[in-house]
């Protein structure tokens, strides 16, 4: 059974979790992505293959990780042409 706790979405509008589709991840996320911006060459294609929509794209055509929303599956990483993306452990960073 899923539980809800509305306090962990504070600060967030609930359409903006509507628009992303995805659901707005709390502290179970177990790994996460971190982009080595020396090797991005800014191709968009982790922005394409991420499921939660939760890459976007910043002025400079740069991806760039919206943590509220990555559930972490390492599809980014799999898919980056230049190994530019590693998942990291949360206690990590
Ligand atoms: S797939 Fe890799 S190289 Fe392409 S934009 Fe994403 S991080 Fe950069
Ligand atoms: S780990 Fe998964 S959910 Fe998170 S940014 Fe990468 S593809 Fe998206």
Redesign the pocket.
């Known amino acids: 059974m899923m539980v809800q706790d509305k306090s962990l979405i504070k600060g967030l509008a609930l359409n903006d979790i509507a628009v992303k589709g995805g659901k707005y991840v709390a502290n179970w996320r177990a790994y996460k992505p971190e982009?080595d911006y020396e090797?991005?060459?800014?191709?968009?294609?982790?922005?394409s293959?991420c499921p939660e929509a939760a890459?976007n794209q910043t002025d400079d055509k740069?991806?760039k990780i919206d943590y509220r929303f990555c559930k972490g599956c390492g599809i980014?990483a799999n898919?980056?042409?230049?190994?530019?993306?590693t998942m990291i452990q949360e206690d990590e960073s």
């Open positions: 982009i090797k991005c060459v800014a191709c968009g294609l982790c922005i293959y890459i740069m991806p980014c898919e980056c042409p230049q190994k530019a993306i």
